[in-house]
């Protein structure tokens, strides 16, 4: 008999959510793990102790214990309302507005876990695609036995960093790292002295250099400096290009310098746009076609130039007792003729790159062909180390060397121990957080006034200026790559170490569990038995949203020169492993029809393999949590089916809010913040006759409406609401499966990826996820309108009007994917290219972006005011009268077309008012820029209800807050 696990019945979804969004506050330090090493998609640490233990405690475990053991000491619902009221009012929070520490800070002691649900070592987990290794991080601190495997060599080492060397050694580790850094920084120091300029005043000290990339511009033959703007911090102060047009147009000798200054329009306009170049000079002036700047750096042309230094400068005041007082206050300016010393480097480089290419102490790889992001080769870099300026490179080349020789004297005199060894490897991580704010792609932020790290975004941006450190200077040497690496190291040793000391012979009570880390495909994992894994609890990789292998071959092809000499097992590969990738890479079929499916596909039948494999490890009364993110519902059905097919059946489902989510003032771009926990069984042998899909389908949507208000009241909202639906939706499906249609279905469009193209040849009776998960959609759709306006929303809304009103629910935003649009297109009933694109909004790029009412007039895209087309332009139309003309001329023009009166015009004004920004008149704080045009649709059509239909329709329920926040103040 199967024993139901607690996260089967039950889970404080709320409170997790808000947990896992404080502990990715940017105003509070991260993680240990998050602040070691970069990793993509890592889930909090309290969600993936959530999904741990809840799936292997019985149903009838003690739910307030629960969320003690995870770290959850008070009632993060209560303050977290307290803070969003703040915010509300456009102000921080001032006090403490919880009552406990951040949940993923707290060890659960042996002792209660054994006295609260009797855990021990001898249960087993097992994580198949550990990644960053969150889960497996939380299972050891959760005393149990844990087998935690990657396909990439990067993740594995993260995963030994994290959890397995800091327990195996405790403080012993972190003592002998401290002792080897400082060695290590001292020899480096020494040997990049020579090429970092003394700053001019004594009593100021560099901090950073920024450059921009140059071309020659074809017209003029003047050195051109690229970049989108000259912004130094969040006020005025920025650079001028000063340029110097010598002999004339045609003379090589053309250049620009630069003056700093102090206000923004004193600041030059921006030298590139949309990857196309403008020539700063003013006897040319002429644009820079995008295609001619690609075939300057391919061409080995495109240089780089110093336009300002950054600095800190010492000033001494007296406090008030007569003693002295320094502080470091930061400046910038122009470069002087000392600061860009290229000549001196370059000198350098060609000395030392042939050593170090016989010894192998630098990167000769190509950056791949066969790639997703292809703009580093079409931007001149088409080795790895083409990613790093002469000066960056130099240094980075001079710290492998000195690692390296370090390595190899221990090695000689017998020194290079377990613990010693381990040591290097977390020396090597704290050369890849060099490597990773010192590149062509570590950016300057004015608004902070900071370096933004390579992996600032997930892929590799061409970027037209970058940031160097100066390396020298305090906190921004080698002592701060270690020290941070040396912090972190510490933390991790308090959450995991067995004993801190290290040391064997000293026991402690407080174990932590084992783990056993392994390095190849989830699929193949024969170093664990047959069905003897009490719980599989895994992040999977999510499709096509991160190419792990393509982005950790920036740091992979330096660590096989550093870790790789202490732990080599790990760096036997060229590059990292793509190929048996588990993730949706459509450059593997490059030139193939259909390579998006074919992408998908293999995606598929990679999980599906994965999945096979937990299914043969677990024990019949085991159960598997996966963990998803994905808003594609494509992704979504790819995942589903290779659960299915490997033989599992979904019994139960969970949204948590994982993701820290943007100000309560609408943002202009759409993001899903949530985490779906689906949780699987195995499937017992297929019984009974095959199931129709139409027999089956109001059973989804039953699922779904019993859910859903579930959801809505513990915060999950807009697209999130649409994401949580799927896991009740594909509960239901799962169960019956296979399926088929009792009437065949009509053959989709193709210009768009759905249900039909996922096969070779359409197969009209054939039933996927997908169909479930529009359904979904459909039911959420139907919820969320009768809860906007009136019980008759939903019969008395036309498809345009509604869409319009579920975009704004939905995204929140003005700008949303395309795909997410179709999917929410077909649930209401309309064409997307003929009713909305053109009409509502337009497409630009891949996303969707909606119209505000003058807009649509300015357009011409709006119809009669008679509602005829959509009762949304009756309503535009009265917002665009309001707003430049007043409310009588609003009232008249609808007396005029018929529909003042009309039900339809009133349930769709209702709606409308529900999901549109606020404008300030009414909640008291400026709308976002972006969204502005729509807050006041907003001002205009709730001035027309007040005035018109106040004893008809109520006040916006979204401004009950805003209203009581006002009476406050």
């Known amino acids: 008999m199967k024993t139901t696990r607690l996260i089967e019945r039950w889970l ?82 001032e006090g403490a507005a919880y009552s406990y520490p951040r949940a993923f800070g707290f060890n659960p002691t042996a002792e209660f876990l054994h006295d609260n649900f009797e855990l021990s070592e001898t249960i087993r987990i097992v994580d198949p695609t550990a990644g960053g290794g969150a889960i497996p991080l939380e299972a050891v601190r959760l005393g149990l036995s844990v087998y935690a495997n990657d396909l990439n060599p990067v993740a594995s080492l993260l995963q030994r960093a994290t959890i397995d ?59 051109v400096p690229l970049a989108p703007n000259w912004r130094l911090t969040p006020g005025g102060t920025g650079a001028r290009i000063i340029p110097h047009t010598g002999g004339g147009i045609g003379d090589q000798g053309r250049y620009c310098s630069f003056d700093i200054v102090d206000q923004l329009e004193k600041q030059s306009g921006g030298t590139v746009a949309g990857g196309d170049g403008l020539c700063p000079y003013p006897d040319c002036g002429r644009a820079i076609n995008g295609d001619d700047i690609k075939r300057q750096a391919q061409a080995g042309q495109m240089g780089e130039q110093l336009f300002a230094v950054a600095y800190k400068r010492k000033v001494i005041t007296k406090s008030k007792s007569g003693k002295n007082k320094i502080k470091w206050i930061r400046g910038y300016r122009s470069p002087g003729e000392t600061d860009d010393n ?143 690496t040396s912090k972190a190291l510490r933390e991790l040793i308090d959450m995991v170490a067995a004993n801190k000391r290290g040391d064997m012979l000293d026991s402690t009570t407080d174990e932590r569990g084992s783990i056993e880390i392994s390095n190849g495909s989830g699929a193949s994992m024969p170093h664990i038995a047959d069905k003897s894994i009490d719980a599989v609890v895994m992040d999977p990789p999510y499709g096509a949203n991160v190419m792990y292998a393509e982005l950790s071959d920036f740091f992979y092809v330096w660590l096989k020169r550093t870790a790789g000499l202490v732990v080599p097992e790990l760096f036997t590969r060229r590059l990292a492993d793509k190929d048996a990738e588990a993730v949706a890479n459509k450059a593997h079929f490059k030139g193939q029809k259909g390579s998006a499916r074919l992408a998908d596909d293999d995606y598929r039948m990679k999980m599906e393999g994965i999945f096979a494999e937990c299914r043969r490890v677990l024990k019949d009364d085991g159960i598997m949590t996966v963990m998803f993110t994905h808003k594609d519902t494509g992704a979504w059905d790819a995942l589903a089916m290779s659960l299915m097919d490997a033989g599992f059946v979904i019994t139960a489902s969970w949204p948590v809010n994982t993701e820290a989510s943007g100000s ?11 985490t779906i926990f689906l949780v699987c069984r195995p499937r017992a042998e297929a019984q009974g006759e095959t199931m129709y899909w139409e027999d089956v389908e109001p059973e989804v949507a039953q699922a779904v409406r019993a859910r859903v208000g579930e959801f ?25 499966w296979p399926l088929t249609r009792g009437t065949p279905a009509p053959e989709p469009k193709k210009k768009r990826r759905t249900q039909g193209d996922l096969f070779e040849v359409f197969d009209p009776y054939a039933v996927r996820p997908e169909d479930a ?63 909305v694109i053109g009409r509502l909004g337009e497409k630009k790029a891949a996303e969707i972006k909606l119209w505000d009412s003058a807009t649509r007039i300015a357009k011409g895209a709006i119809g009669a005011a008679d509602g005829s087309r959509g009762m949304i332009d009756a309503l535009h139309h009265a917002a665009h009268v309001m707003r430049t003309r007043g409310a009588e001329a609003a009232q008249e023009m609808l007396k005029d077309a018929g529909v003042a009166q009309e039900d339809e015009f009133k349930v769709a004004l209702e709606a409308l008012l529900e999901v549109l920004p606020p404008s300030k008149t009414f909640s008291g704080i400026d709308a976002d820029k972006a969204v502005k045009p729509a807050a006041d649709d907003f001002d205009a059509l709730e001035k027309l209800r007040r005035i018109a239909y106040e004893g008809e329709i109520g006040e916006p329920q979204q401004l009950e807050l805003y209203r009581e926040l006002m009476a406050e103040e």
């Open 165 to 223: 060397l800091p327990r195996r050694f405790g403080t012993k580790l972190r003592e002998e790292f401290d002792t080897l850094s400082a060695k290590f920084v001292l020899l480096r120091n020494e040997s990049i002295a020579p090429f970092f300029p003394v700053e001019p005043d004594k009593m100021a000290i560099a901090t950073n250099y920024l450059w921009a990339r140059t071309i020659q511009c074809p017209y003029c033959a003047g050195k």
């Open 12 to 93: 404080p979804i709320a409170e997790i959510g808000i947990e896992s969004v404080r502990e990715r506050t940017p105003m509070t330090p991260f993680p240990a793990p998050n602040r070691l090493h970069v990793w993509w998609a890592r889930r909090p640490l309290v969600a993936s102790r959530a999904a741990v233990l809840a799936s292997i405690l019985p149903e009838d475990a003690d739910r307030e214990a629960f969320k003690h053991a995870l770290g959850i000491h008070g009632d993060p619902v209560a303050s977290r309302r307290k803070i969003d009221a703040a915010r509300q009012r456009g102000v921080r929070f």
């Open 712 to 736: 809505q009241a513990a915060g999950i909202q807009g697209v999130d609401l649409y994401l949580a639906s799927f896991g009740p939706a594909l509960e239901a499906f799962s169960r019956h």
């Open 664 to 674: 309560l003032h609408i943002k202009d771009k759409a993001a899903a913040n949530s």
């Open 342 to 484: 290229g000549a001196t480097i370059a000198e350098k480089l060609a000395e030392k790159l042939p050593e170090w290419d016989t010894l192998d102490a630098v990167p000769t790889e190509a950056y791949p062909e066969n790639t997703n992001d292809d703009r580093p080769r079409q931007y001149g870099m088409p080795l790895w180390r083409d990613m790093f300026s002469p000066r960056q490179l130099l240094v980075h080349g001079i710290s492998s060397e000195i690692f390296r020789e370090m390595v190899e004297a221990d090695r000689k005199v017998n020194q290079l121990s377990d613990v010693r060894s381990a040591a290097y490897v977390y020396l090597a991580i704290s050369l890849d957080k060099m490597l990773n704010y010192n590149s062509r792609m570590s950016v300057w932020m004015p608004t902070r006034e900071v370096t933004a790290n390579t992996f600032n975004r997930h892929d590799f941006a061409f970027c037209w200026s970058h940031v160097e450190m100066s390396l020298l200077t305090e906190d921004m040497s080698a002592d701060w790559a270690c020290g941070a």
């Open 773 to 835: 998960l529009n359904a979904a959609r459909r039911e959420v759709k139907a919820w969320r309108l009768a809860q906007l306006a009136s019980a008759k929303a939903q019969a008395d809304m036309d498809g345009p009007t509604a869409f319009y009103v579920l975009a704004w629910d939905a995204f929140k935003a003005v700008s949303f994917p395309y795909d997410e649009a179709l999917r929410l297109a077909r649930a209401v009933g309309v064409d997307l290219e003929t009713q």
